[in-house]
């Protein structure tokens, strides 16, 4: 999906709700657990009761890998679905992968071609060659970790080396690589007061921030310095959206808590 399509459907919606499928199977409603594929039974009924509510899906792949082969098949037929019923929607695999270049070759291919996800969360830290591969598929998004939503970011992320934080260079060098405007960044809602230092260096290129919900973070601070004019922001929410209720319900209470941050959404952009 190009970036103008993905600009054009966060208008149409009013929403930058970026909804995490971390389908854990020991937090499934027992009455799905009967089901062949209960992950996909699960994911399947909340993109139903939710999709016009975001513009972007990300299943984080270890509640996948975590299954074996058949957790491999619940992500396929998960991402088979929102590309049949929802063509519209973004679809991030939350993998965190990056290796050298040839590895990072099959990644790509893995996650671009094989599964056909939009995009993939790639890890900075081997550099520009365990990048690249995945820059060079057109219309495909590489999403790069800067600044995280957790603890350990202080361990190395905020850290100055030549008097300037790791998360700073591994933008400002990331943004010369060849292709780079197929970059986004991750950077953690809970790290939001670093946003405007963030802007000045990529003014205009998407932010994808988890860490709302159950991590603490805070929309209405994201936006205060994430917001561009074109939005510029995918906010993700797992935890506090899918497993909402955890009764036979569990689709329309899900609905329920992505409606409350649509609108509030809704009203951020249009005041933007
Ligand atoms: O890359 C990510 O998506 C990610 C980066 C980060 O800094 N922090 C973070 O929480 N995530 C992911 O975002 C999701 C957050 O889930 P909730 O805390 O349940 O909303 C999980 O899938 C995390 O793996």
Redesign the pocket.
């Known amino acids: 999906m190009t970036t103008q399509k993905l600009v054009s459907e966060i208008k149409r919606k009013g929403s930058f709700l970026c909804i995490?499928l971390?389908t854990d199977i020991s937090k499934i409603p027992s009455h799905l657990l009967q089901a062949q594929d209960p992950v996909f039974e699960f994911n399947k009924a909340i993109i139903d009761a939710t999709h016009h509510l975001c513009v972007a899906y990300?299943p984080?792949i270890?509640?996948y890998e975590a299954n074996g082969s058949k957790g491999w098949d619940s992500l396929q037929k998960t991402v088979r679905y929102l590309r049949e019923q929802y063509p519209e929607i973004f679809t991030?695999a939350?993998a965190?992968r990056g290796d050298i270049g040839n590895t990072s070759k099959m990644y790509a291919k893995a996650f671009f071609q094989d599964l056909g996800f939009d995009s993939v969360?790639v890890a900075p830290y081997m550099g520009k060659d365990s990048i690249e591969p995945f820059l060079t598929f057109n219309d495909k998004h590489t999403?790069l970790?800067a600044?995280?939503?957790?603890e350990g970011?202080f361990d190395f992320q905020t850290r100055l080396v030549d008097g300037k934080e790791v998360y700073k260079t591994v933008i400002e060098v990331s943004k010369g690589w060849q292709n780079s405007q197929n970059l986004m960044y991750?950077?953690?809602a809970?790290k939001a007061e670093y946003l405007m230092e963030i802007r000045k260096i990529i003014p205009n290129n998407f932010l994808?921030v988890?860490?709302?919900?159950?991590?603490g973070g805070s929309l209405e601070e994201v936006c205060k310095y994430g917001l561009t004019e074109d939005c510029g922001l995918l906010i993700?929410?797992?935890?506090?959206?899918?497993?909402a209720s955890s009764d036979t319900d569990f689709a329309r209470a899900a609905s329920i808590k992505a409606q409350e941050l649509q609108t509030k959404m809704a009203i951020l952009l249009h005041d933007n």
């Not at 600044?147 to 957790?150: D, K, Q, R, V």
């Not at 988890?210 to 991590?215: C, D």
């Open positions: 995490g971390d990300k984080n270890a509640f991030i939350d965190k969360t999403i970790l600044l995280t939503s957790n970011a991750v950077v953690g809970t994808l988890p860490g709302v919900g159950a991590q993700n929410s797992s935890r506090g959206i899918i497993y």
